[in-house]
């Protein structure tokens, strides 16, 4: 396994271990002690004779020999010359506690790349520094001062925030929740969020990777690996923070509808990551995950001695797109064989308020057996007859025999249910607070085995005229344009395969009346500048014009109106334009993320698409299936599909519109922001047309 010498270490070497209370050299040499390591514990400090009963190292060379794993925690104008130590006596693996690195600002980032540095030429791989450890309950290995060891259990925990990790194993001793490994990753000198989940997902130990993260290293790697180690493993994250893509001034629909989150909620979603709001959420999560089988399906069978508490339950089915399962005619006969008269034996199955934990055992037993069942939520609340206690082993023991289907039980209420729920935990059957949260949960497992079952990710690609548009994109670069002009952007546009509107720039009246003479009525005239976003805000574009000599008026009107609103706009002309019949107008987009790449935007076009907010984001490269999706993922969907009658348009379309789109920016990442809006969309079997276009560029 990767890391191994960071887990399962022989020998742990502390540097800089303290013999006074409270200072973090101290706690990290007691944790140790503490956890009952089994192997050798050197603790180093050259002022000190014995530490807790341990012999005391001058330093790293008078051990005599190389230990599996040195912790760091002297101050960080010491770490390099420890690390100078470790190099020098070959050590493998190091984890530096010690903070005041780039945290701090300029001089403790050099302080930091010095010290990877010579920890890279030995080839010492670090974890932290400004970081608070490495667990590893199996292996009773507690280098960390976070606090007492935790449980044994399935969850491999990274987290970014030092502080964080400290709450999340208070919460998770407070309940008795287990892990394989936890892994504070602090300022990742080297070791980063993708080298621990790659070691995670290697862990014949760890059945779920959880983490909380600030900022992610390297976009693409990320994604790249995350996607493959979702297949294997179900990925929970905490992310906070977003990327900088929403904070830059936006010069396209897309740009500005894209938020600082989006980026990375498009990188979850394509890598199949679970993201979490809380902690609570993240335990209430990666505790089924990490006990029970995958559900095969999204039925969900209830079994509760409360009436409310079970139509809590089917409220939360319907609420998360779940499905109540409708029990066999077998499975109610059997419920029925035995049960009492009054008890419910349709899901939910209602064993009734004075139900013993046998009424429980048996209906368990028949649910879980049931042809429609995909999962079992179990229900208690305690009343007067109430066993919580021999009702919770009946589960534990009724989950073990059937092990086939996930069973999740939610105990309601506190003191009375107490012991239940430690055996619960114990026995490895996960349980909520409320019915609500057990749904939540099969929700999210049931969306991880649909991801994981998502066909093939095949990205089509068209053939293009690649050069041209290179040409085109390469020359405004050396012209320092920004905005690529009308004409340009539409030959890029027609060199990936979209068809443009007929028209060209008219600098004066009857030039105009000239272009739409050969062009043909009814056109539409636009005002034509650099500086003007949206057109039609400033009343620059004039549809259905029918005559040369409104052509001529409306030239005139724009060329007179819109600089005296806008003096300092450079004004090119007036774009006369071939006058599309009217169809759907949908937008599609892009815009450029620096962490994760182009982001591809689908939505309702028009010139209300910042009001109407009705768009999708998807990270390119697009498949078709994803393209599709992405149009499923608005609202607009249902209006393109047809309404009340109405004719539906081209829907494949649209989605060949946005793979080729997201071919172009994948091509070019020169192109930091596009859109086409509108995209103008008929019927089916009808060429749509990419009417009005931005495409904004940046030398890379
Ligand atoms: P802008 O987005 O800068 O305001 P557009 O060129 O997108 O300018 O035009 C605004 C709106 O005018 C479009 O959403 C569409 O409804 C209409 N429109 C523009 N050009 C045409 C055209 N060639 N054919 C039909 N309608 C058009
Ligand atoms: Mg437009």
């Known amino acids: 396994m990767p890391l191994e010498k960071f887990f399962n270490p022989d020998s742990v070497a502390i540097v800089g271990a303290s013999r006074q209370k409270g200072k973090v050299g101290y706690e990290i040499l007691k944790s140790m002690i503490d956890a009952g390591y089994p192997g050798k514990i050197f603790p180093v400090n050259p002022n000190a004779d014995e530490i807790e009963g341990l012999k005391c190292f001058a330093n790293l060379k008078s051990l005599g020999q190389r230990p599996d794993l040195v912790v760091i925690v002297v101050p960080a104008k010491a770490v390099p010359d420890v690390m100078q130590q470790c190099a020098s006596l070959g050590v493998k693996a190091a984890v530096i506690i010690t903070a005041g690195f780039k945290e701090v600002g300029e001089e403790g980032k050099k302080l930091e790349q010095q010290v990877a540095q010579i920890a890279k030429r030995a080839g010492v791989r670090v974890i932290g520094p400004n970081c608070l450890g490495v667990i590893v309950p199996a292996n009773k290995l507690n280098a960390s001062f976070g606090g007492d060891l935790p449980a044994v259990g399935a969850t491999g925990y990274l987290s970014q925030s030092g502080a964080l990790l400290a709450a999340i194993l208070d919460m998770a001793n407070a309940n008795g929740i287990g892990f394989s490994k936890l892994i504070s990753i602090g300022n990742k000198a080297d070791i980063d969020e993708i080298d621990i989940i790659e070691a995670l997902a290697a862990d014949p130990d760890t059945k779920v990777i959880a983490g909380y993260l600030e900022s992610i290293t390297d976009g693409a790697a990320f994604v790249r690996q995350a996607e493959q180690i979702s297949q294997k493993k179900p990925i929970l994250l905490m992310k906070s923070g977003g990327t900088a893509a929403g904070a830059r001034a936006a010069s396209s629909h897309t740009g500005s509808l894209a938020g600082s989150e989006t980026a990375y909620e498009c990188v979850f979603e394509r890598a199949g990551i679970i993201r979490c709001f809380s902690i609570k959420k993240q335990f209430d999560f990666a505790q089924t995950f990490a006990t029970q089988p995958l559900p095969r399906g999204q039925k969900v069978a209830v079994i509760t001695n409360a009436g409310g508490a079970g139509i809590m339950a089917a409220d939360a089915v319907e609420r998360y797109g779940l499905t109540f399962a409708e029990l066999s005619e077998k499975t109610i006969h059997k419920l029925r064989s035995r049960l009492p008269a009054a008890a419910n034996v349709l899901n939910p199955i209602d064993v009734l308020g004075d139900a013993l934990a046998d009424r429980y055992e048996f209906a368990l037993d028949v649910a879980i057996d049931g042809p429609n069942v995909d999962a079992v939520i179990v229900l208690l609340t305690p009343q007067a007859m109430t066993e919580p206690v021999a009702t919770a082993e009946a589960i534990v023991r009724i989950a073990k025999q059937k092990p086939q289907k996930p069973v999740l039980a939610s105990f309601l209420g506190v003191s009375k249910v107490q012991k239940a729920v430690e055996i619960l935990r114990k026995g490895g059957i996960p349980q909520y607070d409320s019915?609500?949260?057990?749904?939540?949960?099969?929700?999210?497992?049931?969306?991880?085995?649909?991801?994981?079952?998502?066909?093939?990710?095949?990205?089509?690609?068209?053939?293009?005229?690649?050069?041209?548009?290179?040409?085109?994109?390469?020359?405004?670069?050396?012209?320092?344009?920004?905005?690529?002009?009308?004409?340009?952007?539409?030959?890029?546009?027609?060199a990936y395969g979209f068809v443009t509107p007929k028209g060209s720039i008219a600098t004066t009246a009857e030039q105009a009346a000239n272009i739409a003479e050969q062009i043909g009525y009814p056109v539409v005239l636009k005002i034509w500048s650099p500086d003007i976003l949206h057109k039609s805000d400033v009343s620059g574009v004039r549809v259905g014009i029918e005559t040369p000599q409104e052509v001529m008026d409306a030239f005139d009107l724009m060329m007179y109106r819109i600089p005296q609103k806008l003096p300092n706009a450079k004004i090119l002309g007036v774009l006369v334009q071939e006058m599309c019949s009217t169809g759907k107008e949908v937008i599609l987009g892009m815009n450029r993320d620096p962490h994760f790449g182009p982001l591809m935007m689908f939505g309702m076009g028009g010139t209300?698409?910042?009001?109407?907010?009705?768009?999708?984001?998807?990270?390119?490269?697009?498949?078709?299936?994803?393209?599709?999706?992405?149009?499923?993922?608005?609202?607009?969907?249902?209006?393109?599909?047809?309404?009340?009658?109405?004719k539906g348009v081209d829907i494949d379309a649209i989605a060949e519109g946005l793979q080729r789109l997201s071919q172009l920016v994948t091509e070019f990442p020169q192109i930091k922001e596009m859109d086409i809006n509108p995209y103008m969309v008929g019927p089916e079997g009808t060429t749509p047309i990419a009417v009005d276009a931005r495409i904004s560029v940046e030398k890379v």
């Open 435 to 494: 019915p609500e949260s057990a749904v939540l949960t099969i929700k999210v497992m049931v969306d991880y085995v649909r991801w994981c079952a998502r066909p093939k990710r095949i990205v089509r690609l068209f053939p293009v005229n690649r050069r041209k548009a290179e040409t085109i994109v390469e020359r405004c670069l050396r012209q320092g344009v920004r905005e690529i002009g009308e004409a340009e952007s539409k030959e890029i546009l027609e």
């Open 608 to 646: 209300m698409v910042e009001v109407l907010k009705d768009v999708s984001f998807y990270l390119a490269p697009l498949t078709a299936d994803e393209a599709r999706q992405m149009l499923v993922n608005t609202r607009t969907y249902k209006m393109l599909k047809g309404v009340r009658g109405e």
